[in-house]
Every structure is written in C-alpha cells, then in structure tokens.
C-alpha cells in the first residue's frame, strides 16, 4: 500500500488482497507460534514434556489433526468465546458481517454451556469500562478479573471435552476458497480479528501447562524466551510490515507495521498518532491481560506488562535500530476510564 499513513484506517478498508494477506499470515503465524513454543520447551525439558503440554492444550493431536485443522479448531472456539464476551473485537464488530455458519455448527457444548448461569464479567461489557473506581474498587475489579478467567476456563474445558476422535465438522478446502473468492471486505476484516485471537489464544495454553508443570516462574520464563529471544514478537509485527507492503524505516513505517499487526490491534484496542515521521505514540486503551488480571493475579499482570516493557522497544530497534520507545504511562490503572498504557517512539538523528 502506498500512501500517508491514516491512523483511523479500518481493517475493512483495506485492500481485498491485503485483508486476505493478513489472514494467510496470521493463520500461518499460529502454527509457527506453536513450534517456537515446542522448540523452547523441548530444548528445556525433552520432546516428551513438550509433546505431553501440546496434547493437554490440544486433545485432537492424538488422532493425528493438521496444523490447519487445529487453527480451525481454535477459531471456531474463538467465535464461541466472542459470542459469549463480543468486547474481545477489537477491529471488528460481529454485527459488521455474518459470521459464517463453518465456524458456528454443530457446537451441542456451546448449546448447554450457554444455558447456564453467567458468572461475573463472562457477558460483553463495554470494552475499556471494568465496573471498579479507584482504590475502594478493587474487590469489585477482582470479582470481575475472577469471572473472566472463570468463564474463559469453563469454555476452554466445555470446547476440549467435545474434541476427542470427532472429526472436525469443516470442509476447510472450501471455507478457503470461499476466503479466497466469496467473502467481502467487512466479512474477511471480521475472520482476521478472530484469526488473531485464535493465534494469541496460542501462547495462553502453553503457559498455563508449564505453569501446572513447574509453575508461574518458569512459565514466565519460557513465555519470555518465545516472545523475546526466539523472536515471536518480532516476527508479529512483520505479518503487519509485510501484508501492508510498509516501505522505509521511520516511525511512521512503524506505525504503519503496527496498525495491523494480529498480535497489537488484533487484541488490544489500540490508538495511534503520529506527530511527524519520526515521532509517534501509541495508546493502549485497553488490553486482554489488564482486564483478565488487574486486581486478581498481580504476578502474572506484572510477567505480562514486563514483556511488553522489552518488547515494544525491541519491536521499534527490529525496523531501525535508531527507533527509541520510552513508555509514558504503564499500568496500574486509576480508574474504570484511564488507559491501560501509552508508548512514544522517536528516531533520532535520520539520515
């Protein structure tokens, strides 16, 4: 793409080809997302404890499913997940497009699921507005963090145990013809925001098993080394760079990398502004690991906000080693309206 950068850009604004770029990438990323997991623990610990976490995190693989197979599987739980909690969109709206019937059927487990009672903060609420006020909030905040995680852990349970020998109920050959040449651009803006979920969704199941394993410290520690040394995070913002064809290597072209990279907006609602092109700042309004945990697991709040305190710098210096990021304001939260976080990028002396 060719053009100034637009921070209000819509992810169904896009180019058709480009939309089905990101989507190619994301789904590809989820399988190169698993391996670097399986790699790090395996390096660690032997190919049989990695093999053991990745059939606890993804029952089909002891009948043999594909890659692709277990993407599908993990987007179709996403569209259940997004049903039961719609403020996990983050560039898309499920009223934007029908969600094809693919990803919805023949889920019985969903069906009976639903029919429960709710628990605390499983239904969409207003992304960015977790019901708790400053310091006399907390307890509400953490009943809210406990039924998240709650409802997240009962889905998760409800979608493995359906799992099993059941082949999956997909023709994917033809849900990706139909990706290739049917879906329009709102439709295909909605699939890549689930995409990304389902991809993110990836490294949640790996950390939880090590951390039944070996607990949170090493799960911290493995968690670090995928997204840092191996390069996970990097390679994330690449999917942006290289589906949107960024050129140069300014803060703008950061930016613009950025703007659709499944692993930053595709889950976290995000605002950009750029001041010049080599000046800019991105605001973090809200983000899945804050609501999840603010006020309930501080331990991995802080695991998961040390990550982004290395990352987001890295992300930068990958593009040009010049980039600078400075975080100019960094969780917690004062209140139900404050922002998760803000980071300013600057390259200094430009050639």
């Not at 053991?52 to 693989?61: D, M, S, T």
């Not at 979920?197 to 070996?214: S, V």
């Not at 390069?231 to 290597?249: K, N, P, R, Y």
């Amino acid at each position: 793409m060719s053009g100034s950068f637009d921070p209000r850009l819509k992810a169904h604004e896009l180019p058709r080809d480009t939309l089905l770029e990101l989507w190619r990438r994301t789904v590809d990323a989820h399988e190169k997302l698993s391996i670097t997991w399986q790699a790090a623990i395996s390096d660690k610990y032997g190919a049989a404890v990695a093999d053991e976490a990745a059939l606890a995190g993804w029952p089909r693989k002891a009948t043999g499913a594909s890659p692709k197979e277990l993407f599908y599987d993990d987007l179709r739980f996403i569209v259940a997940a997004t049903e039961l909690q719609p403020d996990m969109l983050t560039v898309a709206k499920r009223d934007q497009a029908e969600t094809p019937p693919e990803l919805s059927t023949g889920r019985s487990w969903f069906k009976l699921l639903t029919s429960l009672p709710r628990s605390p903060g499983s239904s969409g609420s207003k992304r960015g507005a977790p019901k708790w006020v400053g310091t006399p909030g907390r307890v509400a905040g953490r009943l809210r963090g406990q039924g998240i995680q709650l409802g997240f852990t009962v889905l998760l349970k409800a979608w493995q145990s359906s799992q099993g020998a059941k082949p999956l109920p997909i023709d994917i050959d033809d849900f990706e013809r139909k990706v290739a040449n049917d879906f329009d651009r709102k439709t295909l803006a909605l699939l890549w925001n689930y995409a990304a979920l389902a991809y993110m969704l990836g490294t949640d199941r790996w950390y939880t098993q090590m951390k039944k394993r070996y607990g949170d410290e090493e799960a911290q520690r493995l968690e670090k080394e995928v997204w840092l040394d191996r390069g996970a995070a990097e390679h994330d913002l690449q999917i942006g760079i290289d589906a949107i064809g960024v050129q140069g290597t300014n803060v703008e072209a950061l930016l613009r990398g950025f703007q659709f990279s499944p692993g930053e907006v595709g889950i976290i609602n995000v605002e950009f502004e750029l001041k010049d092109e080599n000046h800019g700042v991105m605001t973090h309004h809200t983000c899945p690991a804050l609501d999840r945990f603010e006020h309930f697991d501080d331990v991995r709040l802080k695991h998961c906000c040390s990550i982004c305190l290395a990352g987001m710098p890295i992300s930068g210096e990958m593009l040009n080693k010049k980039i600078a990021c400075k975080p100019l304001k960094l969780p917690p939260r004062v209140d139900s309206n404050d922002i998760a976080c803000k980071w300013e990028y600057t390259l200094t002396d430009a050639d």
